[in-house]
């Protein structure tokens, strides 16, 4: 059991490039997210979804557009990196039907550097 | 203001020792509340979920005081194998999660 994986690992970015970062999970949940983690930042919420075919903005949208076309996929776009992007990408998953106590299922991070 | 707020430490503290971890939420709309681990480099993972009743887990309770809006988490008997960050996270609806920044724990022999 897999549970939450996510590609590439690593990735340097040249800005203004784009790039796509896939999350895959085969534990059948409704709810995935993607974070970003920064020194003394904590993790912030960037975009979610709570079903295949819908997304929703979080914390920090700008900059990033995701799609839901499939239920274990989420994928989180970079348009034209700019260095403030620069951070470790966390996605996540949960299931709905444990609502009030559902934890997260985290991968195991991307860390992106836009030089 | 953040909405989830946590001492960034750094805790250092012996083999053998108690420590405590305080965790304050501004929304009291938040229905439920967990804390993780983080270690180094890696991704979080769950610790434990928070009762209102408190709940423990081996050498780990955590404490849930919805009046003052405040979390705890107590680790018995540290190990050098507990150093890490703690994250509080307090659910505010079904799709939304807040993180606090981390309380990092350095257990020392």
């Known amino acids: 059991n897999a549970g939450v994986t996510q590609t590439p690992k690593f990735r340097v970015l040249k800005t203004g490039q784009s790039m796509t970062l896939l999350c895959a999970q085969d534990?059948?949940?409704?709810?995935m997210y993607w974070y970003r983690q920064d020194p003394g930042m904590g993790l912030r919420l960037i975009h979610y979804?709570?079903?295949?075919?819908?997304?929703a903005k979080g914390e920090v949208p700008d900059g990033y557009n995701v799609s839901r076309l499939k239920k274990q996929n989420f994928l989180l776009g970079l348009e034209s990196a700019a260095p403030s992007q620069t951070s470790v990408y966390f996605c996540?998953?949960?299931?709905?039907?444990?609502?009030?106590?559902?934890?997260?299922?985290f991968g195991n991070g991307t860390r992106l550097t836009v030089t | 203001r953040k909405e989830v707020e946590q001492d960034p430490g750094p805790f250092n503290v012996p083999e053998g020792a108690t420590v405590a971890f305080n965790c304050t939420y501004s929304?009291?709309?938040?229905?439920?509340f967990f804390w993780y681990r983080q270690d180094c480099r890696k991704e979080p993972k769950l610790l434990m979920s928070?009762?209102?009743s408190g709940n423990e887990d081996g050498r780990f309770t955590a404490q849930l005081n919805r009046a003052s809006q405040y979390i705890s988490l107590l680790i018995r008997d540290s190990k050098l194998s507990d150093s890490a960050t703690y994250l509080c996270?307090?659910?505010?609806?079904?799709?939304?999660?807040?993180f606090g920044t981390g309380t990092r724990l350095q257990v020392f022999p």
């Open positions: 996540a998953s949960s299931n709905p039907w444990q609502v009030y106590n559902s934890p997260l299922h």
């Open positions: 534990m059948n949940h409704e709810y």
């Open positions: 979804s709570v079903g295949e075919g819908t997304t």
């Open positions: 929304n009291s709309a938040s229905q439920s």
């Open positions: 928070v009762y209102s």
């Open positions: 996270v307090v659910r505010y609806n079904t799709d939304k999660l807040i």
